[in-house]
């Protein structure tokens, strides 16, 4: 062998050393490698002995950490005696899917964690073969927010299948691509009188659900644009072939597996007949009102003119007892008169008859001091007829004519009070005037006294019942220098709150069929407040009774002279 030849043996030798040696090296750097990647892993890794009943060989902190266990405590040890296996066939599944499926399985089990929680792990195993050595490696994730995630979503699809069913509006859904129904809700089915059965599977062609084909086509386009339609009044054809009409809206909705649309149809037909009734109402409301309004104004005539005449018809009756008591009044002096006139007459007759005879001096003093005498009472009582007379003659000119005078206030109550004196005498009652001074005024003294008559009438029927005697009091003051304050009171009952404000209301009484008609107060309000100018307001007296208070100008206004003369 030469030199050269063994220079290169030698060469060679030394390249194959340094070639095992590099190759030495780096597989130990790659074990140091993985090791590191082991180590540092997120997920929880194991080493386990398959030849040696899945003991444990070795674990990354990850796992350690994950079931609450130290390596004294794990290494050399299977998960059965461990107790991490909740299920024992969990972990059989596992071992045999590792011997029959070959290197590599997967499986989601649940572990026992610490004591006593149980986590869901997705358990990766793959077998490897290191050092001539059968070896698996094991990866457990925690999925528990997973399995419980997914638990939701199912629970939530369980609760909202129910709510789809359950809800009042009618709902379905549809594939967006081919039109057909997947599902509908019982409204829906309810409403428009299918099953489920006659409808998935089924399109709205199929059913000839929709009427007007163009607004729909129009609907499907800006569904399409849009990916939603909102608010879309439509008709649809239910299966007895009745036509409901509906406000549609609709949603395009991606799922995992398909595209779909879901539909909302409220029902409108009640709100469509009201709709039109209300039209076919307006088209006609103007005429209603119109011929309704006639009827009430003629209405409104005949009750004015009832109304009217039953005031007049008061009138006539308040005049009836004015002449009543003039004639009872006239009664006493023309009677005494006519007493008197017979007297004088027979006395007369009786001094003719002496005279013929012999007539003594003394019977023609006795004859001429008796007739002074009757002479004196004929003209005492023919001058209190004349005066009554005058006094009555003025009262009815007052009562029955809106006549215009100056005048008195006390005179034109005394005269008042003159008329009603038979009317007093009967009821036991008494009427003291309390006017201290002279008011003079220019007004209607016949209206006043028909408001002062009422006003004492109307004590007398309703202030005093179960009152064996009562005092009615008329005064009068004056309010500044062109006002008058006038007041009828009384003791009596008084009138209940509850009635004040409707006392001077037309045909409000308390008294009906009783002697009351409900227009006396009524008649002194549109007096005081018409003619007279004034006002008139009703409460309680201070001893206890019902008062009426008019406050009068004392000149009474023009215009409402004007007015009361045409």
């Known amino acids: 062998m030469t030199l050269s030849t063994l220079l290169a043996l030698i060469a060679a030798a030394a390249s194959l050393v340094a070639a095992a040696l590099w190759l030495c090296l780096r597989r130990r750097g790659a074990r140091e490698h993985m090791a590191w990647v082991f180590d540092a892993s997120p997920v929880a890794m194991a080493l386990v002995d398959p030849l040696q009943g899945y003991r444990l060989v070795d674990a990354n902190p990850q796992w350690y950490q994950q079931f609450g266990l130290s390596a004294g405590q794990a290494v050399g040890r299977n998960g059965q005696e461990l107790n991490l296996w909740i299920d024992p066939q969990d972990r059989a599944r596992l071992i045999a899917a590792l011997t029959s499926a070959g290197s590599e399985t997967a499986l989601d089990a649940q572990l026992r964690v610490g004591d006593s929680e149980q986590r869901w792990f997705r358990i990766c195993a793959r077998r490897v073969l290191s050092r001539r050595r059968d070896w698996a490696v094991l990866s457990m994730q925690d999925i528990q927010a997973q399995r419980e995630l997914e638990q939701t979503l199912r629970d939530s699809e369980a609760v909202a299948l129910q709510l789809f069913d359950v809800v009042p509006e009618t709902l379905l859904i549809s594939d967006a691509k081919t039109g057909e129904f997947i599902d509908i809700n019982r409204a829906w089915a309810s409403k428009m009188g299918y099953t489920k059965q006659q409808v998935i599977g089924k399109t709205s062609r199929d059913l000839n659900l929709w009427v007007d084909m163009n607004?729909?086509?129009?609907?499907?386009?800006?569904?399409?644009?849009?990916?939603?339609?909102?608010?879309?009044?439509?008709?649809?054809?239910?299966?007895?072939?009745?036509?409901?009409?509906?406000?549609?809206?609709?949603?395009?909705?991606?799922?995992?597996?398909?595209?779909?649309?879901?539909?909302?149809?409220?029902?409108?037909?009640?709100?469509?007949?009201?709709?039109?009734?209300?039209?076919?109402?307006?088209?006609?409301?103007?005429?209603?009102?119109?011929?309704?309004?006639?009827?009430?104004?003629?209405?409104?005539?005949?009750?004015?003119?009832?109304?009217?005449?039953?005031?007049?018809?008061?009138?006539?009756?308040?005049?009836?007892?004015?002449?009543?008591?003039?004639?009872?009044?006239?009664?006493?002096?023309?009677?005494?008169?006519?007493?008197?006139?017979?007297?004088?007459?027979?006395?007369?007759?009786?001094?003719?008859?002496?005279?013929?005879?012999?007539?003594?001096?003394?019977t023609l003093e006795h004859y001429a001091q008796t007739v002074?005498?009757?002479?004196?009472?004929?003209?005492?009582?023919?001058?209190?007829?004349?005066?009554?007379?005058?006094?009555?003659?003025?009262?009815?000119?007052?009562?029955?004519?809106?006549?215009?005078?100056?005048?008195?206030?006390?005179?034109?109550?005394?005269?008042?009070?003159?008329?009603?004196?038979?009317?007093?005498?009967?009821?036991?009652?008494?009427?003291?005037?309390?006017?201290?001074?002279?008011?003079?005024?220019?007004?209607?003294?016949?209206?006043?006294?028909?408001?002062?008559?009422?006003?004492?009438?109307?004590?007398?029927?309703?202030?005093?019942e179960g009152h064996s005697q009562g005092h009615i009091t008329v005064s009068a003051r004056p309010d500044g220098p062109e006002h008058l304050l006038m007041c009828v009171s009384d003791d009596g009952s008084g009138i209940p709150p509850e009635n004040l404000l409707r006392i001077f209301d037309p045909f409000f009484t308390t008294r009906l069929g009783q002697g009351g008609s409900g227009l006396g107060l009524h008649i002194c309000f549109s007096l005081v407040k018409g003619l007279l100018g004034g006002s008139i307001e009703a409460g309680a007296s201070a001893q206890g009774g019902a008062a009426f208070t008019l406050r009068l100008p004392r000149t009474a206004p023009i215009s409402q002279v004007s007015s009361a003369l045409e």
């Open 215 to 362: 607004a729909v086509a129009a609907m499907g386009r800006r569904f399409g644009q849009n990916g939603q339609v909102d608010g879309e009044q439509l008709d649809m054809r239910r299966a007895d072939g009745s036509i409901l009409n509906f406000e549609v809206s609709a949603r395009q909705w991606q799922s995992s597996s398909r595209h779909l649309s879901i539909w909302v149809a409220r029902d409108i037909t009640e709100h469509r007949r009201a709709e039109q009734a209300l039209r076919e109402l307006n088209a006609t409301l103007e005429e209603r009102v119109a011929l309704r309004t006639r009827e009430l104004a003629d209405a409104l005539e005949v009750v004015q003119r009832a109304q009217d005449e039953l005031v007049r018809t008061q009138r006539l009756s308040s005049l009836g007892a004015l002449v009543a008591g003039v004639a009872h009044e006239l009664n006493t002096p023309i009677g005494n008169a006519l007493l008197t006139s017979s007297t004088l007459e027979q006395l007369s007759a009786e001094f003719d008859l002496k005279r013929t005879q012999k007539l003594t001096r003394s």
């Open 372 to 464: 002074a005498e009757i002479s004196r009472m004929l003209m005492s009582n023919l001058s209190r007829a004349v005066e009554l007379i005058n006094g009555f003659k003025q009262l009815a000119v007052d009562q029955s004519s809106y006549q215009r005078r100056s005048f008195d206030l006390r005179t034109g109550v005394d005269e008042v009070l003159l008329t009603l004196s038979p009317a007093l005498r009967r009821s036991s009652h008494e009427v003291v005037v309390d006017i201290p001074e002279p008011l003079q005024l220019d007004s209607f003294p016949g209206p006043l006294g028909q408001v002062l008559i009422n006003l004492i009438n109307n004590a007398l029927l309703h202030a005093f």
